[in-house]
């Protein structure tokens, strides 16, 4: 079984970028799809960013189109969300997860088997 760490978190400003990485261990990442989740205090998880297999198709929220990429580096097993123009909104703890493989990408919580434990991001206005 995959096991997931999340790392690059931390207190930025607001205009700032970031790059959270997702370290996979335990068994090869390369076959399933990568999906980078978030939750600010008080609400719900929320989808933000989805990559499949091969790095061909990416998903994006519309809260961060146009200012978060997704990437993987399948030889490092890893998967990366490089974010710019940060927002106070932004302020959350991000989480990647990985699903059981395949070739369709769900983009719920629910479609993701594996979850690391999360980095904190927090942007100061």
């Known amino acids: 079984q995959v096991q997931l760490v999340e790392s690059g978190g931390g207190l930025v400003q607001a205009g700032d970028s970031l790059r959270l990485s997702c370290a996979a261990s335990g068994r090869r990442l390369s076959s399933s799809a990568v999906g980078w989740f978030r939750q600010a205090p008080g609400k719900d998880r929320e989808f933000i960013s989805a990559?499949?297999?091969?790095?061909?198709?990416?998903y994006y929220a519309d809260s961060v189109k146009g200012r978060a990429t997704i990437s993987r580096a399948n030889a490092k097993n890893a998967v990366y969300l490089q974010m710019t123009s940060l927002r106070p909104e932004d302020t959350a703890v991000y989480y990647c997860a990985a699903d059981r493989g395949g070739l369709r990408v769900g983009l719920r919580e629910a479609d993701f088997a594996t979850w690391g434990q999360g980095t904190q991001v927090t942007v100061s206005s």
């Open positions: 990559i499949d297999w091969s790095g061909n198709t990416t």
